[in-house]
């Protein structure tokens, strides 16, 4: 079975500081995967998608941006937190391409930036 | 690009009585509606979907309906428990390479014991 890891799952960081946050996936090959933070009592905002390898799509302009190394590792990262970047952060895969398909996310890492 | 919006925002029921949380999207091309729980603290799961070519899907006490004439679909919760107090999140997504999902707002979901 697919399980879904991220690290850490909490994390108090002070402005001006880098961030990296990772997400791996197993039992499972050539994923999409995505990342989305929520805000305190909103919705989920995506904020980046990767289909392969090295390809990261952004959904947004930002301060953040996001690797992807390996097959089934999502890294999230930031050279400068800000205040703005606080919320919960939720990694997610999906697969089969081209098809519109479940995702399934991460237990999610809660950034509190102060 | 799709827009989904979720209707209400917050609902309180009575222990044992029905919950209905409603969804419309403006993407015809929309081919695939999930809806996912997520408690307090938690990322989403995934607790029912229904595709395009399905008007209703039923899983014991949850039930999922859709009209693509009008773009909308709805979460259907009978019986209600307590356990079922969450946020609730509809979405949308089409066949596109990035399988993107588009997501409502939410629905806060009390029910009393």
């Known amino acids: 079975s697919q399980t879904i890891h991220q690290w850490p799952a909490t994390l108090v960081q002070p402005v001006g500081s880098p961030l990296s946050l990772e997400c791996t996936v197993e039992?499972?090959?050539?994923?999409?995967l995505y990342w989305y933070r929520q805000a305190a009592g909103r919705g989920l905002q995506l904020l980046f998608y990767?289909?392969?390898?090295?390809?990261i799509s952004s959904e947004v302009p930002q301060n953040l941006s996001a690797s992807r190394p390996q097959d089934r590792q999502f890294i999230l990262s930031s050279k400068k937190l800000l205040l703005s970047d606080s919320g919960f952060y939720l990694c997610a895969w999906s697969g089969l391409a081209g098809r519109a398909d479940t995702q399934y996310f991460g237990p999610g890492t809660r950034l509190t930036v102060l | 690009g799709e827009n989904v919006e979720q209707h209400p925002s917050t609902l309180s029921v009575q222990e044992g009585d029905s919950a209905v949380i409603k969804c419309t999207y403006s993407?015809?091309?929309?081919?695939?509606f999930p809806w996912y729980k997520q408690e307090l603290g938690k990322g989403p799961q995934l607790i029912i979907d229904i595709r395009s070519n399905v008007g209703e899907k039923k899983d014991q006490r949850i039930a999922v309906t859709l009209n693509k004439t009008a773009k909308h679909f709805s979460l259907h919760i009978t019986e209600t428990q307590p356990e079922d107090s969450a946020v609730y999140f509809c979405a949308a997504s089409t066949s596109n390479t990035g399988n993107q999902f588009y997501f409502g707002t939410g629905t806060s979901l009390t029910v009393i014991p």
């Open positions: 039992g499972t090959s050539n994923p999409n």
């Open positions: 990767s289909v392969g390898i090295g390809q």
């Open positions: 993407d015809s091309a929309s081919n695939y």
